[in-house]
């Protein structure tokens, strides 16, 4: 089984191995890892899926956990977005102590915290207690969405690491039409406690077979030699280097820009239909094309284009459709297809920025790293989006909706170019 801290792999796109050296480092890729690991990926896209859930049965069970608590809405909300606030204000942090800690080890802790603070959840504590809760959550969530990823890169062959990426871009999306198909459900026959326990069981066999899949070894083996003043150097050290170097940045700068805007598409776009059929199938669409988008993406980037490329490619798409939609506002079934267009660009948007990771940072550190970033920046996109567009909306109707998204578009787009200037490392 391929360790969490295997050697740099070669450049998996368009780039050919000459040189001696480069062909003596395929031969050791080669040696600890024959084949892409698809089962093990798998199960690792699953623990994705299982972090995206500690949003979606909040977002569920929102009406009901009201209800239950009879506290303000504003409370409530914060219980849905304090998962969030902790990748925005950690999610660099745990992208180093990642890679400092060993990534198996991260991520069965983060798994079993989310387990057993699923279960505390379904007890129904009070609201103090379950805001507490979310707040180690969030936590949780970050070692996941984090070490996941790294290990799924890990584990394919330079030739499918794109297609994996793609593949685990999806993880968001597909967490809550699961919550809306099957917690719903849950929901409606047992209540908060049924749904909370629900979740919890789900990560037991995702996290017993990875104690058992994954081999572990710490990114740093001397670091029982150091001392703490040492240690806490090197995180810091790390955490500047981080931000200095473009190749972990750039996916996440990216992805900032598509989660500013990314929710504003899933929430005002249908909405801004006149046609009630339109806007009702919309809103169940919209989210599943995306998921398809940036399914897509990865075997793009894999096989036809750069991910930088296809970033630029993908916002200059969101860009033009965008002005079609707002064009056919009164055109329901030109509305339906253009608004369609849209998301699968977006899709590919998202796709392509995680795509750029293993095209861009060759080790695993640095891919922990740059993991990391995606998760800061998307959540300060993610929280940032919405209240921006519902004052567009609210001061300049669809017209400064429009507007917003072409801003965002361009300057999603003038990152997508400067990507452009880093090739892959050897």
Request: proline letters at 4%; charged letters at 10%.
């Amino acid at each position: 089984m391929s360790s969490d801290t295997s050697t740099p792999s070669k450049p998996n796109l368009h780039q050919s191995t000459s040189s001696a050296n480069k062909g003596t480092l395929s031969q050791e890729v080669n040696k600890k890892q024959v084949s892409t690991q698809w089962l093990t990926i798998f199960i690792l896209w699953l623990a994705g899926v299982y972090a995206a859930m500690q949003f979606a049965k909040f977002s569920t069970s929102y009406d009901m956990l009201l209800l239950h608590y009879q506290t303000s809405t504003t409370t409530i909300s914060m219980a849905l977005s304090s998962v969030g606030i902790m990748g925005l204000i950690f999610g660099t942090i745990a992208g180093v102590l990642s890679g400092k800690l060993g990534h198996k080890q991260v991520l069965l802790a983060s798994l079993l915290l989310g387990g057993i603070l699923s279960f505390t959840q379904s007890l129904l504590p009070s609201i103090e207690f379950l805001l507490f809760t979310r707040i180690l959550e969030g936590f949780s969530h970050l070692g996941v969405v984090v070490a996941a990823p790294t290990l799924m890169i890990s584990l394919s062959e330079p030739r499918h690491q794109a297609i994996t990426m793609g593949v685990w871009g999806t993880f968001f999306g597909v967490a809550f039409a699961l919550m809306g198909w099957i917690g719903t459900q849950i929901l409606a026959e047992g209540g908060l406690a049924q749904l909370y326990q629900f979740h919890s069981v789900l990560c037991l066999p995702i996290f017993i077979y990875l104690t058992f899949s994954l081999t572990s070894k710490k990114s740093v083996q001397v670091q029982n030699q150091l001392s703490h003043k040492a240690i806490l150097f090197g995180f810091f050290h790390d955490l500047i280097k981080l931000y200095q170097n473009m190749r972990t940045l750039l996916p996440g700068l990216v992805f900032l820009f598509h989660t500013g805007m990314f929710v504003a598409l899933l929430t005002f776009v249908p909405r801004i239909s006149h046609d009630e059929s339109i806007k009702n199938q919309l809103f169940i669409l919209l989210p599943l094309i995306s998921i398809g988008g940036t399914f897509l993406a990865g075997i793009l980037a894999q096989y036809y284009i750069a991910p930088q490329k296809l970033g630029s490619f993908a916002y200059i798409g969101v860009a033009v459709f965008t002005g079609l939609t707002f064009y056919n506002i009164d055109i329901p079934n030109l509305f339906l297809i253009f608004a369609s267009c849209l998301l699968v660009f977006s899709g590919l948007i998202a796709g392509s920025s995680f795509a750029m990771v293993p095209y861009l940072a060759r080790t695993p550190n640095d891919q922990a790293q740059s993991n990391g970033a995606i998760a800061q920046l998307g959540n300060l996109g993610a929280s940032m989006g919405p209240p921006a567009f519902a004052f567009m909306l609210a001061h300049y109707s669809n017209q400064g909706m429009l507007m917003l998204i072409l801003l965002l578009c361009a300057c999603g787009l003038g990152i997508t170019l400067l990507a452009n200037y880093y090739q892959p490392k050897d």
